[in-house]
């Protein structure tokens, strides 16, 4: 089995090895038709089983280290600590339970094949949990998957007011959106899962909480702030706040690094998020004035003063960011010129490996004028610039496109150059030649990646790409031996 056999042959096999599984689940469900406590061991052992051949096939691709995605998924399955009767569940999202005399309330369910092992770690420091409350910080499967197994009766759930239209579209969208995950996440499995309780969706929310209209509530002498708090990762953000703590649980709020630039574009393919809507967050959530930030990726933030300059740094930069597209985009620029005018100031400088500052640019370009940017006819159209691309390869020739593009990589403008080597390879994607310049193009600019930012999606797309160029070079190879 050569490697390139590998990866399809594996998914198959796992594909089979879930069927059965669900399968297996299905007829004991409904078997054991007088005992839900034997019914939910059943359900959680398979799909326990499940997640452990998953996460396996997950870590062969996805790679020991060096990427965000490698390190939720190496992400050990343990409990912390946070606070006296607050406990956190790690996982590739992390699982929260703040346990009450009058019962316990969850924040954020995790991914749902990781349930299991979550509420085992759980249940071995609070045995046999009463959840009166599941809050879901937003419709994402990581954070809203393990709802189906944590709810018990008499549990309410409790989601924001967008919560529904969010899940809608993902949902409607998810076989779309699922072939982008694939893209940059060679490792998940060929199809969503569409059966039982590790499907997506299906989530009525028993309350939901609106902008501006925070849900507030004590239990065992605890107080409860559920706070609505859109345009982070979506219009269907919550936060819980613990007052008497200022314990803040985030969610995706801060995304999965802090402090970080915000990802206000997302590669895989969401809806835009609007920036002024983060910024009034934002706002609200420094009024706050927590001390410590409980994320549902990655370990708490517990220093106080690290917390307050973190939210500052984030609003300040997104902020300036926001601030200058307008004031570009009154001044007459184009998006690309403002794309790669608009940097930080050396005191707002954050990290960018999630969010990126030029398409930070672009969305809320994009978000206050849509698509069309007023220069090129062709844009209203339907006729993509590719196809006439076969004509500017026959009026130029396909040699002296190349050299010019082998010119403009050995000045170190790669960019330049793959503009030149895609019209030719929209012509004929077998050109030898050409696809050996377009691999030296690629590289060139994951070596920048790398060095300059180091955004994971960014890192992802060009490592796919690559991918593709390896088998257009490998399928040419092996025509040459036939």
């Known amino acids: 089995m050569t490697n390139e056999q590998s990866p399809g042959t594996m998914r198959r096999v796992l594909t089979i090895m879930l069927t059965i599984l669900l399968a297996l689940t299905l007829l004991l469900y409904f078997g054991i038709k007088n005992s839900d406590s034997m019914r939910r061991t059943v359900e959680l052992k398979a799909v326990d089983t499940m997640a452990n051949i998953g996460a396996k096939r997950m870590r062969e691709f996805a790679g020991e280290e060096g990427s965000v995605a490698a390190d939720f998924i190496n992400n050990p399955i343990e409990v912390r600590v946070i606070a006296e009767g607050i406990y956190q569940a790690t996982g590739v999202a992390n699982t929260h339970l703040i346990a009450t005399s009058a019962g316990d309330v969850l924040f954020d369910s995790g991914l749902s094949t990781q349930v299991p092992k979550q509420i085992k770690v759980l249940e071995e420091v609070?045995?046999?949990?009463?959840?009166?409350?599941?809050?879901?910080?937003?419709?994402?499967?990581?954070?809203?998957?393990?709802?189906?197994?944590?709810?018990?009766?008499?549990?309410?759930?409790?989601?924001?007011?967008?919560?529904?239209?969010?899940?809608?579209?993902?949902?409607?969208?998810?076989?779309?959106?699922?072939?982008?995950?694939?893209?940059?996440?060679?490792?998940?499995?060929?199809?969503?899962?569409?059966?039982?309780?590790?499907?997506?969706?299906?989530?009525?929310?028993?309350?939901?909480?609106?902008?501006?209209?925070?849900?507030?509530?004590?239990?065992?002498?605890?107080?409860?702030?559920?706070?609505?708090?859109?345009?982070?990762?979506?219009?269907d953000n919550l936060l819980l706040w613990l007052p008497q703590q200022k314990i803040l649980f985030s969610g995706d709020f801060f995304g999965p690094l802090f402090p970080q630039f915000p990802n206000i574009f997302t590669m895989r393919g969401e809806k835009i998020r609007k920036p002024v809507e983060y910024l009034r967050s934002?706002?609200?959530?420094?009024?706050?004035?927590?001390?410590?930030?409980?994320?549902?990726?990655?370990?708490?933030?517990?220093?106080?003063?690290?917390?307050?300059?973190?939210?500052?740094?984030?609003?300040?930069?997104?902020?300036?960011?926001?601030?200058?597209?307008?004031?570009?985009?009154?001044?007459?620029?184009?998006?690309?010129?403002l794309m790669d005018e608009i940097v930080l100031p050396e005191e707002m400088q954050l990290t960018e490996e999630h969010g990126k500052v030029s398409w930070a640019v672009k969305s809320i370009w994009?978000?206050?004028?849509?698509?069309?940017?007023?220069?090129?006819?062709?844009?209203?159209?339907?006729?993509?610039?590719?196809?006439?691309?076969?004509?500017?390869?026959?009026?130029?020739?396909?040699?002296?496109?190349?050299?010019?593009?082998?010119?403009?990589?050995?000045?170190?403008?790669?960019?330049?150059?793959?503009?030149?080597l895609e019209i030719v390879l929209d012509a004929d994607p077998n050109v030898e030649s050409v696809l050996l310049a377009q691999k030296a193009a690629l590289n060139d600019l994951l070596v920048q990646a790398q060095e300059n930012g180091k955004n994971s999606y960014e890192i992802y797309w060009l490592q796919y790409q690559l991918r593709n160029n390896q088998a257009a070079m490998t399928a040419n190879t092996n025509k040459g031996e036939n």
């Open 366 to 420: 994009e978000y206050y004028a849509t698509w069309f940017h007023f220069d090129r006819t062709t844009e209203l159209y339907s006729v993509p610039a590719k196809a006439v691309s076969a004509d500017i390869v026959s009026a130029a020739g396909t040699e002296a496109l190349l050299a010019r593009a082998t010119a403009y990589l050995e000045s170190e403008q790669p960019l330049h150059a793959l503009h030149l």
């Open 282 to 337: 934002l706002e609200m959530v420094a009024a706050l004035e927590p001390e410590v930030i409980v994320p549902s990726h990655r370990a708490p933030i517990t220093d106080p003063g690290i917390v307050k300059d973190g939210i500052s740094l984030i609003y300040q930069a997104t902020r300036y960011v926001h601030d200058q597209t307008i004031a570009g985009m009154n001044a007459g620029k184009t998006v690309e010129q």
């Open 126 to 235: 609070r045995e046999n949990p009463k959840l009166t409350h599941i809050i879901v910080s937003h419709s994402h499967a990581d954070h809203s998957g393990g709802v189906k197994f944590w709810r018990q009766e008499g549990t309410e759930v409790i989601a924001h007011a967008a919560f529904a239209e969010e899940q809608r579209y993902l949902t409607e969208l998810q076989p779309y959106f699922w072939k982008r995950n694939r893209t940059l996440f060679p490792f998940i499995p060929e199809k969503p899962p569409e059966i039982g309780l590790i499907a997506y969706g299906g989530i009525e929310p028993d309350r939901v909480v609106g902008n501006g209209t925070p849900y507030q509530f004590t239990q065992g002498g605890v107080d409860f702030e559920v706070i609505a708090a859109p345009g982070a990762e979506g219009a």
